[in-house]
C-alpha cells in the first residue's frame, strides 16, 4: 500500500507522561506497509516536556507551541505541515489511545473504496473496559448538540456495518484525506477545543463527501467525562456557532423557536451545576461584532463548498438529545418537544426543498 500517511498527536504539559508510552508502542507496532510520519504537537511547551518528547519519540517531529493553542490550531500546525510535505492522508490520534495493530492499515484501506470519503473513524472502544464502545461515530442533534454513537453499549459485531455513514468522526481516532482538507480548509481554530471535528465533519457533507466508520480500524481510548465549567462553556458556545455557521439562513429562522426553548432549559441547567456566569457570558457574545464577523465568515466559506442541502442533512440527524454522562426527568420532556418539532422541520425542509 503504496500511501503516505502523518500521525498526528497532542500534548499538553503533563499529559505525555501519563499516557505516551502505551499510545507511541501501538504507533511502532503498526502493520501499515506505506510512509508514515509522526507529529507531535506540545502546546504550552517547556524546556522539560521537549525534552521529555525528544527522549520518548526521537523519530517524531516536534511542533513547540509556547501557549496553549488548543486543540483545533494544534492539530491544524501539523497538518499544514503534512500537505505542505504531499502526504495522502492524515491520522489523528489522542495521545489516551492504544491502536490495535492494523488500525492504520484498516483505515487507508477503508478510505481507499471510494474518492467520496472525506473522512474514516476507527471503532473507539474504551479502556480498560475492551468489550464497550465508545463511539461508532457521532451523531448531531439538529440544534447542534453533538455526541457519540452507541456510547457504553457492549459491541456486537453482526449489529455494526463497515462503512456505515456518520455524521462525524471522532478526532479521538479519525483519518482524513488531505485532498478534501485542502479544498475545505482545516479545524476552525476559534473553537479552541470540542465541536471543531463535528464542524469539519458537518461541511465535509455539505461539500459531498462522506465521513465514515471503519468497523475493523479498532482503537482504545482511555475515556473519562470531565464535568468542568471550561468543558461546558466550550461545548455550548461552539454549537450554537457550529449551527449558525452550517445551516441555511432560512433553516436558522425555521429552528429559532426550538433554539429559545432550548436556552431557557439551558440556563437551567447552567445555574444548578454551577456554570451560570460562563452561560451568560456566551450570551453576551452575541452582542459583540467581532462574533457577528467569524460567523459571517465562516457562512461565506460554507457557501463556497455548499453542494448538500439542509433537507438532506436531517435525514442523518436526531431530534433526541442522547447524553450518556447527563441523566434528568427534564430531559426526557425536553427530547418528547424537540423530537415532535425536529418531525415538523424535516417537513418543512422537504417541502420547500432547503
Same mark, same amino acid.
Request: aromatic share 14%.
Given at each position: 500500500?503504496?500511501?503516505?500517511?502523518?500521525?498526528?498527536?497532542?500534548?499538553?504539559?503533563?499529559?505525555?507522561?501519563?499516557? #505516551?508510552?502505551?499510545?507511541?508502542?501501538?504507533?511502532?507496532?503498526?502493520?501499515?506497509?506505506?510512509?508514515?510520519?509522526?507529529?507531535?504537537?506540545?502546546?504550552?511547551?517547556?524546556?522539560?516536556? =521537549?525534552?521529555?518528547?525528544?527522549?520518548?519519540?526521537?523519530?517524531?517531529?516536534?511542533?513547540?507551541?509556547?501557549?496553549?493553542?488548543?486543540?483545533?490550531?494544534?492539530?491544524?500546525?501539523?497538518?499544514?505541515?503534512?500537505?505542505?510535505?504531499?502526504?495522502?492522508? =492524515?491520522?489523528?490520534?489522542?495521545?489516551?489511545?492504544?491502536?490495535?495493530?492494523?488500525?492504520?492499515?484498516?483505515?487507508?484501506?477503508?478510505?481507499?473504496?471510494?474518492?467520496?470519503?472525506?473522512?474514516?473513524?476507527?471503532?473507539?472502544?474504551?479502556?480498560?473496559? +475492551?468489550?464497550?464502545?465508545?463511539?461508532?461515530?457521532?451523531?448531531?442533534?439538529?440544534?447542534?448538540?453533538?455526541?457519540?454513537?452507541?456510547?457504553?453499549?457492549?459491541?456486537?459485531?453482526?449489529?455494526?456495518?463497515?462503512?456505515?455513514?456518520?455524521?462525524?468522526?471522532?478526532?479521538?481516532?479519525?483519518?482524513?484525506? =488531505?485532498?478534501?482538507?485542502?479544498?475545505? /480548509?482545516?479545524?476552525?481554530?476559534?473553537?479552541?477545543?470540542?465541536?471543531?471535528?463535528?464542524?469539519?465533519?458537518?461541511?465535509?457533507?455539505?461539500?459531498?463527501?462522506?465521513?465514515?466508520?471503519?468497523?475493523?480500524?479498532?482503537?482504545?481510548?482511555?475515556?473519562?467525562?470531565?464535568?468542568?465549567?471550561?468543558?461546558?462553556?466550550?461545548?455550548?458556545?461552539?454549537?450554537?456557532?457550529?449551527?449558525?455557521?452550517?445551516?441555511? #439562513?432560512?433553516?436558522?429562522?425555521?429552528?429559532?423557536?426550538?433554539?429559545?426553548?432550548?436556552?431557557? /432549559? #439551558?440556563?437551567?441547567?447552567?445555574? +444548578?451545576?454551577?456554570?451560570?456566569?460562563?452561560?451568560?457570558?456566551?450570551?453576551?457574545?452575541?452582542?459583540?461584532?467581532?462574533?457577528?464577523?467569524?460567523?459571517?465568515?465562516?457562512?461565506?466559506?460554507?457557501?463556497?463548498?455548499?453542494? =448538500?442541502?439542509?433537507?438532506?442533512?436531517?435525514?442523518?440527524?436526531? /431530534?433526541?438529545?442522547?447524553?450518556?454522562?447527563?441523566?434528568?426527568? #427534564?430531559?426526557?420532556?425536553?427530547?418528547?418537544?424537540?423530537?415532535?418539532?425536529?418531525?415538523?422541520?424535516?417537513?418543512?425542509?422537504?417541502?420547500?426543498?432547503?
Amino acid at each position: 500500500m503504496n500511501k503516505r500517511v502523518a500521525i498526528i498527536l497532542i500534548n499538553y504539559k503533563e499529559y505525555a507522561k501519563k499516557y #505516551l508510552d502505551d499510545c507511541l508502542y501501538s504507533i511502532r507496532e503498526q502493520d501499515f506497509s506505506g510512509l508514515v510520519k509522526l507529529y507531535i504537537v506540545d502546546n504550552a511547551s517547556s524546556e522539560e516536556t =521537549v525534552s521529555y518528547l525528544k527522549d520518548k519519540a526521537p523519530e517524531a517531529e516536534l511542533i513547540i507551541n509556547k501557549g496553549n493553542d488548543g486543540f483545533a490550531k494544534g492539530n491544524n500546525d501539523a497538518i499544514l505541515k503534512a500537505i505542505e510535505e504531499s502526504f495522502d492522508y =492524515v491520522f489523528l490520534l489522542n495521545m489516551d489511545t492504544i491502536a490495535d495493530k492494523s488500525a492504520l492499515s484498516k483505515l487507508v484501506e477503508s478510505i481507499e473504496k471510494d474518492d467520496k470519503i472525506g473522512a474514516v473513524q476507527s471503532r473507539l472502544m474504551l479502556h480498560p473496559d +475492551k468489550e464497550r464502545i465508545n463511539s461508532l461515530g457521532n451523531s448531531t442533534h439538529f440544534l447542534g448538540f453533538g455526541f457519540c454513537l452507541s456510547y457504553g453499549d457492549k459491541y456486537e459485531e453482526e449489529k455494526v456495518k463497515d462503512l456505515e455513514k456518520i455524521f462525524y468522526p471522532s478526532g479521538a481516532a479519525v483519518l482524513f484525506r =488531505v485532498s478534501v482538507l485542502k479544498e475545505l /480548509g482545516l479545524f476552525d481554530e476559534d473553537y479552541f477545543m470540542y465541536s471543531e471535528d463535528q464542524d469539519l465533519g458537518w461541511r465535509i457533507w455539505l461539500a459531498g463527501y462522506l465521513c465514515v466508520l471503519s468497523k475493523d480500524s479498532v482503537v482504545y481510548h482511555k475515556y473519562e467525562f470531565a464535568r468542568s465549567i471550561s468543558k461546558y462553556y466550550y461545548m455550548d458556545r461552539n454549537r450554537i456557532i457550529t449551527a449558525l455557521k452550517n445551516y441555511r #439562513l432560512v433553516t436558522l429562522i425555521i429552528l429559532a423557536p426550538a433554539f429559545i426553548v432550548m436556552e431557557i /432549559g #439551558l440556563l437551567y441547567f447552567s445555574i +444548578k451545576n454551577g456554570w451560570y456566569k460562563e452561560k451568560i457570558k456566551i450570551w453576551l457574545e452575541f452582542f459583540t461584532l467581532d462574533f457577528w464577523k467569524k460567523i459571517k465568515k465562516g457562512r461565506k466559506e460554507v457557501i463556497k463548498i455548499r453542494k =448538500v442541502k439542509d433537507k438532506d442533512l436531517f435525514k442523518m440527524m436526531s /431530534g433526541k438529545i442522547s447524553y450518556q454522562e447527563i441523566s434528568s426527568p #427534564l430531559l426526557f420532556v425536553a427530547n418528547l418537544f424537540l423530537n415532535m418539532y425536529f418531525i415538523f422541520v424535516k417537513f418543512l425542509l422537504r417541502l420547500f426543498n432547503i
